[in-house]
C-alpha cells in the first residue's frame, strides 16, 4: 500500500467533525514548504558570498575550489591509509 492510500484510508477512517483538523493542517504544510522554498532560493549564493567576503576581511586566501582540492586530496589519503592498512588492493 502507498503512502498515498494509507493516508487516505487514515483519513478516511476518522470522524467527520475532525476533516476540518486535517484541511487545516494540509494547509499549514503547504504555508511551511513555500516558505522553505522562498529561503531555500538566491538567497543561499548571497550567504556564501557574504561568508568569503569575511574570510577574506580576517585574512583568508581560501577559496572555494582550494577547500574542494583539499577535501578531494584527504579523501584519497584517507582511502590510500585505509587500504594499505587493511591491505585491500581494491578491485
Not at 29 to 38: C, T, Y
Amino acid at each position: 500500500m502507498s503512502q498515498t492510500e494509507l493516508l487516505m484510508k487514515e483519513i478516511e477512517s476518522l470522524p467527520p467533525h475532525h476533516l476540518g483538523e486535517v484541511i487545516d493542517f494540509v494547509g499549514y504544510l503547504k504555508h511551511k514548504i513555500a516558505l522553505i522554498e522562498r529561503d531555500s532560493g538566491p538567497d543561499r549564493y548571497k550567504a556564501i558570498e557574504e561568508l568569503e567576503g569575511l574570510g577574506k576581511r580576517m585574512g583568508s586566501a581560501l577559496t572555494v575550489d582550494r577547500f574542494l582540492e583539499m577535501r578531494h586530496e584527504e579523501t584519497e589519503r584517507e582511502e590510500t591509509e585505509y587500504r594499505h592498512l587493511f591491505r585491500h588492493t581494491g578491485s
